[in-house]
């Protein structure tokens, strides 16, 4: 069976993802003040992150359009289907679900489903790269789309965050809060919920610090892991980003274990230096 999947420009892909033909990346597109970034191939990040961090304002994301989505799902293959970012952060779920919509009505016969990823950034590739597993292995349509969404409910993603400017230009932390935060070098450790939701579950003084008890935290919790990868996105950072990595696979055994630079999206949430770790 031929199939393609598309994942919001949140999700990394990687190289192997994009030899592979199997995927489209869906760009959301960012603006800070009147500089207007998409993230697709031609995004730069330092540039990007030298306009929000010299912003007053919060930088500001659109998901892509339900047209995009349903011109992917009108290619001509058997299986299509879409990973978004966690419908409870960004509009990209609902966009695609009304792509989806879009392309049944003129094309009734066709198999496609949208995966809310409850996730974002390299959570969103594993769940990419998990659908390429089922469908190279021969399952059926149906049976993909249970086992897929049983594995979303499985993973778990964390996160620590050099910089808490975004947040508080956002209001998802107040000014006081994140002052305080900075004065004290306190970086809070933060998950996802089974939701799709932000929580802060700990929080350490100093980055390295954090990162570590991130790393503690996340072993402690993992499951069974034979059978999956274990991935972490770094913003700016890939020898950060490499630590953490070593650091979780001397802890915990897994199919498989990889590194990605984050892409637009990924980098306006984490700001310079963030680190998220998705098992």
């Known amino acids: 069976m031929s199939y393609l999947v598309v994942i919001d420009s949140c999700g ?40 929000v961090k010299e912003s007053p304002n919060c930088p500001k994301s659109a998901c892509p359009s339900p047209q995009f989505y349903k011109e992917c799902f009108d290619r001509d293959y058997d299986h299509l289907y879409a990973v978004t970012l966690s419908g409870a952060l960004s509009g990209s779920y609902n966009s695609a679900e009304v792509g989806r919509a879009m392309s049944l009505e003129e094309h009734p016969d066709k198999k496609i489903h949208v995966f809310n990823s409850k996730s974002a950034s390299i959570g969103e590739t594993l769940i990419g790269r998990k659908i390429a597993e089922y469908e190279e292995a021969g399952l059926p349509f149906e049976e993909i789309i ?7 409910e499985s993973q778990v993603t964390w996160f620590v965050l050099e910089s808490l400017d975004t947040l508080r230009k956002n209001g998802r932390l107040s000014n006081f809060k ?21 929580q802060q579950v700990g929080q350490a003084r100093g980055i390295n610090k954090a990162l570590v008890k991130m790393v503690e935290m996340a072993a402690e919790s993992a499951g069974h892991m034979q059978d999956n990868e274990i991935a972490v996105s770094h913003t700016n950072n890939p020898e950060r980003g490499q630590m953490v990595l070593d650091a979780i696979k001397s802890r915990v055994k897994a199919k498989g274990y990889f590194l990605e630079n984050g892409r637009g999206c990924t980098s306006m949430y984490a700001n310079d230096g963030g680190i998220i770790l998705v098992l």
């Open 12 to 51: 990394e892909l990687t190289e192997d993802m994009k030899a592979s033909g199997h995927f489209v990346s869906a760009p959301l597109t960012m603006d800070v003040d009147q500089y207007h970034f998409v993230d697709d191939e031609t995004f730069d990040q330092k540039e990007f992150l030298k306009r």
């Open 146 to 152: 249970e086992k897929v969404d049983a594995y979303i």
């Open 178 to 198: 994140a002052f305080v935060a900075t004065a004290l070098k306190i970086k809070p450790i933060c998950s996802s919920t089974p939701d799709g939701e932000i």
